[in-house]
């Protein structure tokens, strides 16, 4: 099964900002959860969350190309 780049979001607050925080690569996102929390739980986060990068959708730039971890396009 092929692993999934996820993008890691939280805040330390109610009113803060969500800021990206780093990532995790999961086969589903279950474990995507799993080890973003376990890997960013040193801080006290109010919320966390994680989005597929796969999933994002270029706003101002139809088709825009992301850049994976390794640096290949997707």
Not at 28 to 38: E, G, H, K, N, P
Not at 42 to 64: C, K, L, Q, S, Y
């Amino acid at each position: 099964m092929l692993e999934h780049v996820y993008d890691v979001f939280a805040r330390k607050g109610r009113g803060d900002k969500l800021c990206h925080i780093g990532y995790v690569d999961a086969l589903d996102d279950r474990t995507a959860r799993v080890y973003a929390w376990t890997t960013y739980s040193e801080e006290t986060w109010f919320e966390m969350v994680v989005v597929r990068r796969d999933h994002i959708v270029p706003v101002n730039r139809p088709g825009a190309i992301t850049v994976a971890r390794d640096g290949g396009e997707t």
